[in-house]
């Protein structure tokens, strides 16, 4: 049951991040469009801006490139039923709130319980889905019959949930532990893995994840928990919200709506397990973006090291001391410090330092870059200097000055030198660049999580992916090889 | 003894004054007086470690000079504002070790200077590094790598990449030292026909037989100042000091 915070993130914090990061694209690109609609005509033919969340399967998540799930699959049955066309917008859960709060979206539908608090600034719609939590163990495991057999047991919940706080309220009276996790994809690991018994969780999720056949099946009734609902700005949008709930109605009264709830929820008996074929044609897509913003934010910030490193190359090796000490500073500091520091300081704290917001790919591309400059400004002098100093000699004393000697003479026979230890360090940039999903950079292995988030199969998803970086990185070794042999003769 | 005069050949070329270079606290030459005239040959030797390539080396600045004047071919070398890149254009230098640029061919090597400073044009320059490498025996050796040759053939080359700006001036220091013996006779053929030429040169040497033969005046150095000098048919046949007579006596 989704507050402001059980959604199927991989992690608490990195969804915080991503919500916060989406909150501040909205506001650096604003959100065009969207103009609170007056309240009173008919919504035949307008078109409204609605925002949701990034991934809160099956609510709404990503397959294929194309967004789906139960209220994404709802808004637009009832928008076709009512005769309006919907624009939606993926912004994150808090980010969607805040730009419908200032009128930036017209509606929200993001699987968000209808509260009291909320409504005090939202309307409401009828609720449109009954949610609650729901226990399930391991499919072959036929001793658990009920919360009675978890004497004893461990059980797992997601850190922060409905569901830890509902576990945890009966653990003394069934007498089981309950340990946290904060991913449900990695309960449900855990689950048949072994190490917990039994996993409470958000009820649709659960049911999604075992309609996705991640091989667990439910023993307990659902409890009743809270109710979701569409929401527009109070007093406002009141034709949208009125045509919404006639178009519930109806899709109710028809069956189309148990259609599309059953499309994601129903016991995976009744649908056909999907194969690793399926798995891998569905999620190729998304993954070949994220190899493709690796690559791109990996080059970039090579590009950029090759530059800095080569400056404080030179600065290391320089006769001023002060220029040494710059360049040793730059390379302590960034070698003696964890990546995902920096990712965080450029992404959240500089932005609070300039108060203003940091573009994503000028946060991931600063953090790579900075720490490869660091070890490649200790490639430059390393090559430099075991270049036999008769070379500059023989140079200098043709006449030519030192730039023009370290250019033409030392740099070319350096290079050579460097070409392996450069290739090294491209090829642990491209592995480092996974970091950046901290920030939630859709990079390869951020789109890998993005995708078991949704679908739950953890273990082949990150096969694939790990796949994908293994050739990704054997042919960005061929080409340098190929390009060192061309270049280096 | 130590002021060494030019022997009228012409006017001098090289003017050194009360030399001096230390490393950290120790004084490697210890106020050298000089002079070499133009068309002169000077071969400098002396033990290993008396500061004959320190003094070489001081005479293109390839050593920062700690006290007193060396002046070169018009340049006084140890004022700060001297273009020294432009009196090493003047000088040119060959080293034990060749110290060719082994990323470039043979004719590259001689080609950089020239092209580099903008003194020729590509072509140009190539015509002239191959008239060079004619000069030297090694025209078919234009588009070789430099790691292809024999010890003998880079030091040919060597030398004539030295003589690619025209310098009027050549230092040679222990030119034939790191070669195999059977070569060491290509490479001073070659800086022989040089002497001939009328080049003005100073040469560092373990070759006494040579410096006989190729020397207008040989100077021995030890401990940092120059200990005799003269005509090689003095210097060798009828040596002064005690220290050279020790020294002749044991390389001859
Ligand atoms: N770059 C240097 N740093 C410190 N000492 C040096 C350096 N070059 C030469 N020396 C010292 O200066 C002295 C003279 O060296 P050098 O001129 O090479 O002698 P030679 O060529 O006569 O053998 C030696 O004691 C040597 O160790
Ligand atoms: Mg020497």
């Known amino acids: ?489 | 003894m130590s002021d060494v005069s030019a022997n009228g050949k012409g006017a001098p070329k090289i003017t050194v004054k009360g030399l001096r270079k230390s490393f950290g606290s120790n004084e490697v030459l210890q106020g050298i007086d000089m002079e070499v005239a133009e068309g002169e040959v000077v071969c400098v030797i002396g033990p290993s470690g008396s500061g004959k390539s320190t003094l070489l080396r001081c005479l293109n600045k390839l050593e920062d000079i700690t006290g007193g004047t060396v002046v070169v071919d018009g340049f006084d070398v140890t004022d700060p504002k001297v273009d020294i890149n432009e009196v090493r254009r003047h000088v040119g230098m060959v080293f034990q070790h060749f110290n060719l640029f082994p990323h470039m061919s043979v004719a590259e090597n001689i080609m950089l200077a020239p092209v580099e400073l903008k003194k020729l044009s590509k072509a140009q320059a190539r015509t002239r590094a191959l008239e060079l490498l004619d000069r030297v025996g090694l025209k078919e050796k234009a588009d070789a790598r430099p790691a292809s040759l024999s010890g003998g053939q880079k030091q040919r080359v060597a030398i004539a990449r030295s003589l690619a700006m025209s310098p009027g001036i050549m230092l040679f220091d222990e030119a034939t030292s790191a070669l195999d013996p059977e070569m060491v006779g290509e490479v001073l053929q070659v800086i022989k026909e040089l002497a001939d030429e009328g080049m003005t040169m100073v040469l560092v040497t373990h070759e006494m037989g040579f410096a006989r033969e190729v020397a207008d005046r040989v100077v021995f150095m030890a401990d940092g100042v120059v200990c005799e000098s003269g005509p090689p048919a003095d210097l060798f046949g009828n040596p002064q000091q005690p220290r050279t007579q020790d020294f002749l006596s044991k390389v001859l």
């Open chain 1, 1 to 489: 049951m989704k507050n402001s915070y059980s959604s199927l993130r991989p992690t608490r914090w990195s969804r915080w991040i991503a919500t916060a990061v989406l909150a501040m694209m909205a506001m650096v690109v604003g959100i065009p469009g969207a103009v609170a609609q007056p309240s009173d005509d008919s919504v035949e033919g307008k078109t409204f801006v609605i925002g949701t969340d990034t991934t809160f399967a099956p609510f709404e998540f990503r397959q294929g490139g194309e967004l789906v799930g139960i209220d994404m699959d709802l808004l637009r049955a009832i928008a076709d039923k009512q005769g309006f066309n919907v624009e939606i917008r993926s912004l994150g859960f808090n980010a969607a709130l805040q730009a419908l709060s200032s009128n930036q979206v017209d509606g929200v539908i993001a699987g968000m319980s209808i509260t009291d608090e909320r409504k005090e600034v939202y309307d409401f719609s009828e609720p449109y889905f009954e949610s609650g939590v729901q226990m399930a163990i391991d499919r072959n495991n036929d001793d658990i019959q009920g919360y009675e057999d978890l004497e004893g047991k461990t059980v797992v919940a997601k850190t922060g949930s409905e569901g830890e706080s509902y576990a945890k309220s009966i653990a003394d009276e069934y007498g089981f532990r309950v340990t946290s996790l904060d991913q449900s994809a990695t309960m449900y690991e855990s689950v048949k893995a072994g190490t917990a018994v039994a996993v409470v969780d958000d009820y649709p999720v659960l049911a999604y994840g075992i309609a996705q056949g991640n091989g667990l099946k439910t023993v307990t009734e659902k409890v009743p928990g809270g109710s979701y609902g569409f929401a527009v700005n109070k007093g406002q949008n009141t034709a949208l919200l009125a045509a919404f709930n006639d178009g519930l109605a109806e899709l109710q009264a028809s069956g189309e709506y148990q259609q599309i709830v059953d499309e994601y929820l129903a016991d995976p008996t009744e649908a056909a397990p999907s194969t690793f074929w399926d798995l891998l044609t569905q999620s190729l897509p998304a993954l070949m973006k994220g190899l493709s913003n690796t690559l791109i934010v990996t080059g970039v910030s090579f590009a950029v090291a090759m530059i800095l490193g080569l400056a404080f190359g030179f600065l290391k090796i320089s006769n001023n001391i002060v220029l040494r000490g710059v360049a040793t500073s730059f390379i302590n500091l960034f070698r003696g410090t964890p990546i995902l520091v920096w990712a965080f300081f450029f992404y959240f704290g500089l932005a609070q330092l300039i108060g203003q917001t940091v573009n994503i790919w000028v946060a991931g591309v600063l953090t790579l870059s900075l720490n490869g400059a660091a070890y490649i400004a200790e490639i430059v002098r390393g090559g430099i200097q075991s270049v036999d100093p008769g070379q500059l000699e023989a140079s200098r004393s043709l006449g030519l000055g030192y730039g023009r000697s370290m250019q033409k003479v030392v740099i070319p026979q350096a290079f050579k030198i460097m070409t392996p230890s450069l290739i090294n360090q491209l090829i642990i940039m491209l592995k480092d660049s996974s970091l950046l999903l901290a920030i939630g950079f859709a990079e390869l292995l951020y789109q890998g999580q993005q995708i078991y988030a949704a679908n739950f199969r953890v273990t082949e998803t990150l096969l694939i992916v790990g796949i994908i970086y293994f050739v990704a990185i054997m042919a960005l070794t061929k080409l340098a090889n190929f390009a060192d042999r061309r270049f280096n003769k």
